[in-house]
């Protein structure tokens, strides 16, 4: 990745927009599953699936839930 956040030669990902109510600060949610099942690093095929929530918020700690699969 480059340093603006392009890809060498590539087209841009088409990735959704987190900020949508403009600029300021955000709190970001991370749902992940699939994270076990490659416990060796052995992949075949990716098992790992990610949900990214964003809402504006003034900036606080963070904060773990679960860490675990």
Do not use: C, F, K
Request: negative net charge.
């Amino acid at each position: 990745m480059d340093v603006d956040g392009g890809h060498r030669g590539e087209a841009s990902p088409n990735l959704p927009v987190l900020s949508p109510a403009g600029p300021g600060t955000y709190r970001v949610r991370i749902h992940a599953r699939g994270r076990d099942a490659h416990y060796d690093q052995v992949v075949d095929t990716p098992d790992e699936e990610y949900h990214l929530v964003s809402w504006p918020a003034p900036p606080t700690g963070s904060l773990i839930v679960r860490a675990t699969d």
